[in-house]
């Protein structure tokens, strides 16, 4: 069993950064809107199926935590954020020690604007990743502290202060962090 929850969570590590990157290139990369249509239609189409798949997988084993996984992003890939959320939960719910569905939540809620919900589910992250882990999380970890840091920064300037001297010391040369601290510091 312990194999299995180490395969996952590499498994499931690798979806983040994939994601990410994934992101980043969607967020700087050119394309003819023209065939941008036929792309996000053919897309779309290939999501359905792949989350169809996924669902009756997972109707067949609902503990099976890969094929959630597999779920969740497949739901986050087509911007299908309450349902990424609720999946990720459930995997939370099976594997409650496992910090990273607690930051895909996050991030979905963020991507749905809810503040409130990725605010809590951040901080759960930072609170649930293990000592080992955390030099293969420090770059999720300097992200969480700084979406709590800016989430602050108005309601609570000291504990805003707390999260961003945080958030720099797992990634000191973040930029937006670094602008951040100097407005709270200043």
Do not use: C, R
């Amino acid at each position: 069993m312990k194999m299995t929850k180490i395969n996952i969570k590499n498994l499931f590590l690798g979806l983040i950064l994939a994601g990410t990157a994934s992101l980043v290139n969607a967020q700087t990369t050119k394309v003819d809107s023209a065939s941008t249509t036929n792309t996000a239609a053919t897309a779309q189409a290939g999501s359905n199926s792949t989350i169809d798949g996924l669902k009756k997988q997972i109707e067949a084993n609902p503990k099976d935590t890969e094929a959630l996984s597999k779920l969740a992003t497949a739901y986050q890939e087509a911007s299908d954020w309450t349902n990424a959320v609720e999946t990720w939960k459930k995997i939370s719910v099976l594997l409650p020690d496992w910090a990273p569905s607690y930051y895909s939540q996050a991030y979905a809620y963020q991507s749905a604007k809810d503040d409130a919900n990725a605010k809590i589910a951040y901080e759960k992250y930072i609170t649930t990743v293990k000592p080992e882990e955390v030099e293969q999380n420090k770059k999720n970890l300097a992200y969480a502290y700084f979406y709590l840091a800016f989430t602050e920064q108005k309601s609570d300037p000291n504990k805003a202060k707390e999260h961003i001297a945080k958030s720099l010391e797992y990634d000191p040369n973040n930029q937006d962090a670094l602008k951040l601290s100097k407005v709270l510091n200043s």
